[in-house]
């Protein structure tokens, strides 16, 4: 690969680690602390003039604690004279807010993008993206990713006869359905309405689920409440079985109480944030996305094709 310097900020530095681990490069220091005064202080430990540098740094909570330090390790690798500066953001949670849905609010999607562009972010990389027209809101290339190839070959390694694929939301049907054609498996769908915040009401399974193991499939896990929904219409329709994926398993508020609850099988998640020990239920299995991560990173350093991954 040509000059590179991977840093990462502290929200996920574990998946940082494995991502420099796939790519062969050391993980390159970064001090991170706060003043007296609460004030964040960013040092990038290592020279970047002219290299091409990434920065992971998801969105997890913290979340605005971690979005500004990201734009200040950008900021400081610009003025650095670092030649393409990538933020890699496996986890966007500001892409739920895509649309202005309510009088007086903030389009929050695009001018996290606005600041990302000013702060001198030259390409963002993310991965599966809550609202996929949220692509549209930057102003520099995008990389958007999918866990789906990891996510695949997790059950493509079970027997999948009489299985189903079931999406809780028709915004969702269309990530559901490509899931569904890799494992060649039909596909279902919930008709979701959201109450609030932290409640959902799901009226209807649309497809025959009955007698058949589903695969609860969502981009990802916050307080659960759409997959207690949909687990809780599942079973009035006769399944055999159920295990729960996301790529995103935010896991905020009620959530671990909730899925402990729940009579699934398995939980299945991608490791775009980090999840704490205390979380981690006994049916709950992480995939790690850092080689998708690790190969994009490779492919957009030597100026070859990251659509090819998939």
Same mark, same amino acid.
């Given at each position: 690969?040509?000059?590179?310097?991977?840093?990462?900020?502290?929200?996920?530095?574990? +998946?940082?680690?494995?991502?420099?681990?796939? %790519?062969?490069?050391?993980?390159?220091?970064?001090?991170?602390?706060?003043?007296?005064?609460?004030?964040?202080?960013?040092? !990038?430990?290592?020279?970047?003039?002219?290299?091409?540098?990434?920065?992971?740094?998801?969105?997890?909570?913290?979340?605005?604690?971690?979005?500004? &330090? %990201?734009?200040?390790?950008?900021?400081?690798?610009?003025?650095?004279?670092?030649?393409?500066?990538?933020?890699?953001?496996?986890?966007?949670?500001?892409?739920?807010?895509?649309?202005?849905? &309510?009088?007086?609010?903030?389009?929050?999607?695009?001018?996290?993008?606005? !600041?990302?562009?000013?702060?001198?972010?030259?390409?963002? %990389?993310?991965?599966? +993206?809550?609202?996929?027209?949220?692509?549209?809101?930057?102003?520099?290339?995008?990389?958007?990713?999918?866990?789906?190839?990891?996510?695949?070959?997790?059950?493509?390694?079970?027997?999948?006869?009489?299985?189903? #694929?079931?999406?809780?939301?028709?915004?969702?049907?269309?990530?559901?359905?490509?899931?569904?054609?890799?494992?060649?498996?039909?596909?279902?769908?919930?008709?979701?309405?959201?109450?609030?915040?932290?409640?959902?009401?799901?009226?209807?399974?649309?497809?025959?689920?009955?007698?058949?193991?589903?695969?609860?499939?969502?981009?990802?896990?916050?307080?659960?409440?759409?997959?207690?929904?949909?687990?809780?219409?599942?079973?009035?329709?006769?399944?055999?079985?159920?295990?729960?994926?996301?790529?995103?398993?935010? %896991?905020?508020?009620?959530?671990?109480?909730?899925?402990?609850? +729940?009579? #699934?099988?398995?939980?299945?998640?991608?490791?775009?944030?980090?999840?704490?020990?205390?979380?981690?239920?006994?049916?709950?299995? #992480?995939?790690?996305?850092?080689?998708?991560?690790?190969?994009?990173?490779?492919?957009?350093?030597?100026?070859?094709?990251?659509?090819?991954?998939?």
């Amino acid at each position: 690969m040509r000059s590179i310097k991977v840093f990462s900020g502290s929200s996920h530095p574990e +998946l940082a680690a494995e991502i420099c681990g796939y %790519l062969g490069v050391e993980l390159c220091p970064a001090v991170h602390r706060r003043f007296s005064n609460d004030n964040l202080y960013i040092q !990038l430990r290592e020279s970047v003039r002219e290299h091409d540098v990434y920065i992971v740094q998801t969105f997890s909570p913290p979340v605005q604690d971690h979005l500004f &330090e %990201l734009l200040m390790m950008v900021d400081a690798a610009r003025d650095a004279s670092a030649s393409r500066v990538t933020a890699v953001v496996p986890y966007y949670s500001y892409a739920r807010s895509d649309k202005k849905d &309510e009088p007086r609010i903030s389009i929050a999607g695009r001018m996290v993008a606005d !600041l990302l562009k000013s702060a001198g972010v030259s390409r963002f %990389l993310t991965m599966d +993206l809550h609202s996929a027209q949220v692509h549209g809101f930057f102003s520099m290339p995008v990389d958007h990713l999918t866990a789906q190839p990891v996510l695949a070959g997790h059950f493509g390694v079970q027997e999948l006869a009489d299985t189903i #694929v079931v999406t809780p939301d028709i915004g969702n049907a269309k990530r559901a359905s490509q899931l569904a054609r890799r494992l060649g498996v039909p596909l279902a769908a919930g008709n979701k309405r959201r109450v609030a915040d932290d409640r959902v009401e799901i009226d209807e399974i649309v497809g025959d689920v009955a007698h058949r193991h589903a695969i609860v499939f969502d981009d990802e896990i916050a307080n659960a409440g759409t997959i207690v929904e949909t687990t809780r219409l599942l079973r009035k329709r006769h399944v055999t079985g159920i295990t729960v994926a996301c790529t995103h398993p935010v %896991l905020s508020g009620p959530a671990v109480e909730r899925l402990a609850a +729940l009579d #699934v099988d398995q939980i299945i998640a991608a490791n775009t944030v980090p999840i704490a020990a205390e979380k981690r239920l006994p049916n709950l299995r #992480v995939l790690s996305i850092a080689p998708i991560f690790g190969e994009a990173i490779r492919r957009i350093n030597l100026g070859e094709s990251v659509s090819a991954i998939f």
